[in-house]
C-alpha cells in the first residue's frame, strides 16, 4: 500500500487545475457528441431508428442493462482496491458513486472523460490529484492486456491469418508494463524529468505519480486488475 503524506491536493496544484480545465472542456465534448449523434438520428431514416427500437426485445434490453451494470459494479470494486494501494480507503457506495460518475464521460474522444472520476476522487476521499490520474492509467493498461487475452481466445475460434499479432501484441504489453513499474525506470525517467525547469515546481506531484504508477502496474496488482477486466 503506498502512502501519502501531502494530503488532499491544495488549490494550486497544477494537475488538479489542469485537470478542472480538461474535465470542463470534456463535459464539453460530451453534450457535443450527444448533439451529434441526435442530428445524425435526424438526418437519416428517423422512421426506421424508432421502428427498430420499438421492435427491439424487451427481455434482451433488460439483460443488456443487467450486464452492464454488473460490469460497472466489477469495476468499482476494482477502482476501490487501486484506491487502497494508493492508500486511500473509500467505502463501496462510494466506489460505486465514482465508477458510474467516470462513466458518464465515456462520450468523450478516447474516454479521456475519465479523469472525471480522480478528481471527484479528491473531494471524496482526499485522494490527491497525481495518483489519482496515475490509478487510471494503470486501468487502461489493464484493459489494454485484457482485450488482447480476450482477442487471443477469439483467434482461436477463427482460422485467422494474422493471429500473429495480437500475442505479439500481448507480449508487448506484458513486457512493457513490467518496465513501466520497474524501480530503475522510473529513477531514470525522474532523473531526466528533474533537469527540465517546470518539473523542479512539481516534484513532489511527480513522484506520486511514479510510486502509484509502480504500485498500480506490480505483478503483485496487474494480474487481478487485468483479470476483473476480462471478467
Same mark, same amino acid.
Not at 59 to 77: N, Q, T
Given at each position: 500500500?503506498?502512502?501519502?503524506?501531502?494530503?488532499?491536493? #491544495?488549490?494550486?496544484?497544477?494537475?488538479?487545475?489542469?485537470?478542472?480545465?480538461?474535465?470542463?472542456?470534456?463535459?464539453?465534448?460530451?453534450?457535443?457528441?450527444?448533439?451529434?449523434?441526435?442530428?445524425?438520428?435526424?438526418?437519416?431514416?428517423?422512421?426506421?431508428?424508432?421502428?427498430?427500437?420499438?421492435?427491439?426485445?424487451?427481455?434482451?434490453?433488460?439483460?443488456?442493462?443487467?450486464?452492464?451494470?454488473?460490469?460497472?459494479?466489477?469495476?468499482?470494486?476494482?477502482?476501490?482496491?487501486?484506491?487502497?494501494?494508493?492508500?486511500?480507503?473509500?467505502?463501496?457506495?462510494?466506489?460505486?458513486?465514482?465508477?458510474?460518475?467516470?462513466?458518464?464521460?465515456?462520450?468523450?474522444?478516447?474516454?479521456?472523460?475519465?479523469?472525471?472520476?480522480?478528481?471527484?476522487?479528491?473531494?471524496?476521499?482526499?485522494?490527491?490529484?497525481? #495518483?489519482?490520474?496515475?490509478?487510471?492509467?494503470?486501468?487502461?493498461?489493464?484493459?489494454?492486456?485484457?482485450?488482447?487475452?480476450?482477442?487471443?481466445?477469439?483467434?482461436?475460434?477463427?482460422?485467422?491469418?494474422?493471429?500473429?499479432?495480437?500475442?505479439?501484441?500481448?507480449?508487448?504489453?506484458?513486457?512493457?508494463?513490467?518496465?513501466?513499474?520497474?524501480?530503475?525506470?522510473?529513477?531514470?525517467?525522474?532523473?531526466?524529468?528533474?533537469?527540465?525547469?517546470?518539473?523542479?515546481?512539481?516534484?513532489?506531484?511527480?513522484?506520486?505519480?511514479?510510486?502509484?504508477?509502480?504500485?498500480?502496474?506490480?505483478?503483485?496488482?496487474?494480474?487481478?486488475?487485468?483479470?476483473?477486466?476480462?471478467?
Amino acid at each position: 500500500m503506498v502512502s501519502y503524506d501531502d494530503g488532499p491536493a #491544495p488549490a494550486n496544484d497544477w494537475i488538479a487545475v489542469a485537470t478542472s480545465r480538461i474535465v470542463r472542456g470534456l463535459i464539453v465534448a460530451g453534450l457535443a457528441s450527444v448533439f451529434v449523434y441526435a442530428v445524425l438520428a435526424l438526418l437519416t431514416d428517423v422512421s426506421a431508428v424508432r421502428e427498430s427500437l420499438r421492435s427491439f426485445p424487451l427481455r434482451d434490453l433488460l439483460a443488456m442493462l443487467l450486464l452492464a451494470l454488473a460490469g460497472f459494479g466489477v469495476r468499482a470494486l476494482r477502482w476501490r482496491q487501486l484506491m487502497r494501494i494508493a492508500g486511500c480507503r473509500v467505502g463501496l457506495a462510494d466506489a460505486i458513486y465514482l465508477q458510474l460518475a467516470g462513466q458518464t464521460m465515456t462520450l468523450t474522444p478516447g474516454r479521456l472523460g475519465e479523469v472525471f472520476k480522480p478528481w471527484l476522487a479528491r473531494d471524496i476521499a482526499a485522494l490527491p490529484m497525481a #495518483p489519482g490520474v496515475a490509478l487510471v492509467l494503470a486501468e487502461r493498461v489493464a484493459d489494454v492486456l485484457a482485450l488482447c487475452v480476450l482477442a487471443l481466445g477469439g483467434l482461436s475460434l477463427l482460422d485467422a491469418g494474422r493471429a500473429w499479432v495480437v500475442p505479439a501484441v500481448l507480449v508487448v504489453g506484458v513486457v512493457g508494463t513490467a518496465v513501466a513499474s520497474a524501480d530503475w525506470f522510473h529513477d531514470m525517467v525522474l532523473r531526466v524529468v528533474a533537469r527540465q525547469e517546470w518539473a523542479k515546481r512539481h516534484r513532489s506531484s511527480l513522484e506520486a505519480v511514479s510510486v502509484t504508477m509502480r504500485a498500480s502496474l506490480s505483478w503483485r496488482t496487474v494480474p487481478w486488475s487485468a483479470g476483473l477486466s476480462v471478467l
